[in-house]
Every structure is written in C-alpha cells, then in structure tokens.
C-alpha cells in the first residue's frame, strides 16, 4: 500500500490521463496486457535508456517494451536510417533490395532459417508458422506447453496461463480458453505439454500418433520471467519430432537475437525445423518474421499455383514493408555485432551478481536467473522449471518490489513477475549501478 501511495503522489497527471483515456479506448490500453493497478505510467518520450512519463519522472528503463529494444530507445544510427526510409517511401507492397538486406542476417544467424518471410508481429509469425507445420504434415494438432504466452490468436489463448484450479492435473492439463469469444472447438487441435518435461511431449505423441503437425516452444520460457531448458529437454524434442515426423517449432519472438546472435537455438544448440521472431530483430519497429527449411517455407510458394490453394497462405499488406525492413537490416547489420553482444553480456553478469548480493545483505528469500541479455529476480528459493512451480511465486511481493523500484526511478522489467528484464546496447556500467543501489534501498524496506 506504502509503494501504491509514493506512486500515486508523483503520477497525477499519469491518473489523470488514465481516467481520460478509459472514456474512449477499453481499459485505456491498446493490449490488455499494459493496463494494471491503480493505472500505468503514460509516457511522453524515450529516449536512451530512459523513459519519461507525463508527470516529467525520468526513469531508467529495463522493460525496453517487452525487451523489444535491445538497442535502446531511439538509437542514432537506426532513427537516421528510418527518418532516411522515409523519404524513399513507407509502403512499396513490391519487393525492392530492402527484402534482401533485412532477410540475409537472419538466415546468416539461424543455422534453421534457409528462407523467410516478413510478417508485422509475433502473433502473426507464430500463426504462420502453425499452419505452415499444419500444411507440411497434413495433420492438425500442434503440442505446446501450458503457461506459455504465443500471442494473441485463439490457439496461443489456450492454457497460456490458466487458473492452476481450471487447469487439471500437471500430467493431463485440461485445455482453459483464456479469452471468451474462442471457439469450443479450438483446443481440440492443441495438446498441452509441461515445458521442461520432454516425457510429457512423448506421451502426447504417442497417444496421438500420426496426429501431431508440430511442436511449438519457446527455446527459454519467458513467460515464467526466464526459465530455462534443463535435462536435455531442447535436445529431446528435437528427436522426438525427427522420430514422429513433427515439425519442431521454436517461438523466439523474445529470445531471437537476445539470447545470442542466433536466439536460443544457438545459445542451447538445437536447431528446430521453424522459427517465429518478432519484437529485438526490429529494434523498436513493428515487424516480425517467420523462417526455416527451405522444403518447408517452399510450401507457401505454393500457393501461387494457378489460384489454387495448395500451400499454406501468407498474405498481408504491411509484410516486408520498407521502413521494417530497413529497421531489421540495420538493427542486426550494424547495431546488434559481436561486440555489442559481449558488452552486453558483462553489464547482465553485473546486474545479476549486484542482485544477489543485495538479497543476502538483506537476508531476502530469492533468486536471479539470467540468460544472454534477459534476467530476472525470484522472491522464492523455489527453481522454477515448468508452469506448474508459478504457485511458489509471490506476486503480491513482487508487485510491491516493482512499485518500490519505479518509485526509485528505475522500470526494473515490464509490469509482472512473469516477465524479464533486457540490458540494451546503451546501458552502461553506471546505469546497473543506479539499478542495484535502488533495489539495495528498497531491499532495506521488503525484508
Ligand atoms: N510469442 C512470444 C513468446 C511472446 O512473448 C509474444 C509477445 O510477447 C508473442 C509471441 C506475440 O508477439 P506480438 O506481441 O508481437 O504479437
């Protein structure tokens, strides 16, 4: 309540434009997903590694819009690149070089990605993805893991992150549509898996042999703030789709280009046969991708065959526009480089080690899990390894750890305890300074 009243008193203008807003857009939000209690922080500018809200509170920011931005805000080199697009043309719905230029890095990075195409967003990629496995296979089912977040289409709402007391048993979840206007029908398509238990993937397979088009993961799990693959679970399904002829589908919308240069499959190396990205690979612009074999991809071509549809579709007017792909070309080309990945490394090293010192000094129950540039605190001594472990997690806790934080003028990680933080290309050995000393003050006040 103490964090709730500090917030309150420095972001007036914050409610103020809450309750405006409420009037006329749902909930005042344009994803449900940004609005929370009492209100969020509305923003005028970012800039750098800050974001500057309507009260004039400067904070230090590591949410970086979903970690959507590890380059930072308004990067020099890409806001000079876009503002020159933008006098060439926004929109050419025609191939230009551009499509080369944003598209060779990502086959270079992915060992998987021998062809891909643009989309505008995750949701759109993983969608594509799904029903490219779908077309490839001739089957319907896809396996994914309950408590995974894969956008915002009707089979990714299905046991995103259901009510552990909807939900069934850890071995037989029971399918939660997470939103009303789902079709009944739609998890009967979807066979829900326990992320990090590759014996449960293998026992829906086998139940349902020659039913499975694909298995969707994400390489880490960031919907659980960062868990990680352990007992060789990546490797596992790698197998288990080569063994039952499932097309393995990793969703890097957040570990793409974040983890390391190649995501996740190259950080835990295991290529998967499709890969969703969005979010990093776009530095801030709307953009997303979807790639992999090339006898894969090549079963969207062929859906020109005489109006015919006998590919799986891809359309969309916005797809490979010219100000995204200048932004992914330039983002990965000249901004996301070897050396920026081990800056990068180092300052994420720093922030963990300056948490886990604090959490000792103040005799706090917790624990940091870091992986490439993304990181996260757990207020529980509890691993977290699968959806099932998020009942140890203290969200009440957390919310006060976060309000404590903002408070202090540092954006720690999007609002959640299920989210991450992202160090950016533009932070700086003072920016983890000014973010450890204000968890050790507010340290002093949790414990
Ligand atoms: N997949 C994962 C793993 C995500 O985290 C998200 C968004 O957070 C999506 C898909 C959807 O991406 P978008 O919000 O760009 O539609």
Known sequence: ARAYDQYQKRTSSSEAMADELREIVPAGVCSTFRAYEPYPVHARRAEGTSIIDVDGNEYLDFALNNGTQLVGHT??????????????????????????????????RWEAIEQVRFTNSGTESVMHAMRLARAATGREKIIRMEGAYHGAHDPALVSKMPPVDRAGAAADPTPVRESQGIPESVPENILLGQ???????????????????????????????????????????????????????FDEVKTGVKLSPGGGAEYYGIQPDLVALAKAIGGGYP???????????????ADLNEGVATGAAHYGTYNGNPLSLRAVGVTLREILTDDAYD???ELADRLAAGYRDVIDDAGLEGHVVTAGSQGMVYFTDERIRTFRDWEHVDE????????????????????????????????????????????????????
């Open 287 to 301: 953009v997303g991708a979807f790639g992999g074999r090339r006898e894969l991809m090549s079963q969207i071509a």
């Open 75 to 108: 990067h020099q080199k890409l806001s000079a690149a876009v503002k020159e697009q933008i006098d060439d043309g926004t929109l050419y719905t025609r191939p230009s070089d551009l499509l080369e230029f944003a598209a060779q890095p990502l086959i270079d």
């Open 195 to 249: 992320y990090n238990d590759a014996d449960s993937v293998e026992r829906l397979l086998r139940a349902h042999e020659g039913e499975v088009a694909g298995i969707l993961v994400e390489p880490a799990c960031f919907n659980l703030g960062v868990v990680e693959p352990e007992n060789c679970f990546l490797q596992r399904l790698r197998e288990l789709a080569d063994e039952f002829n499932a097309v393995l589908i």
């Open 343 to 345: 800056r990068v490394a």
């Open 396 to 447: 009440e806790f957390h919310e006060a750890y976060w309000f404590g934080m903002l408070n202090r003028g540092v954006i720690p990680h999007p609002h959640d305890a299920s989210q991450q933080w992202t160090i950016s290309v533009q932070h700086t050995a003072d920016d983890i300074e000014v973010h450890v000393d204000a968890f050790a003050d507010l340290a002093t006040h949790l414990s």
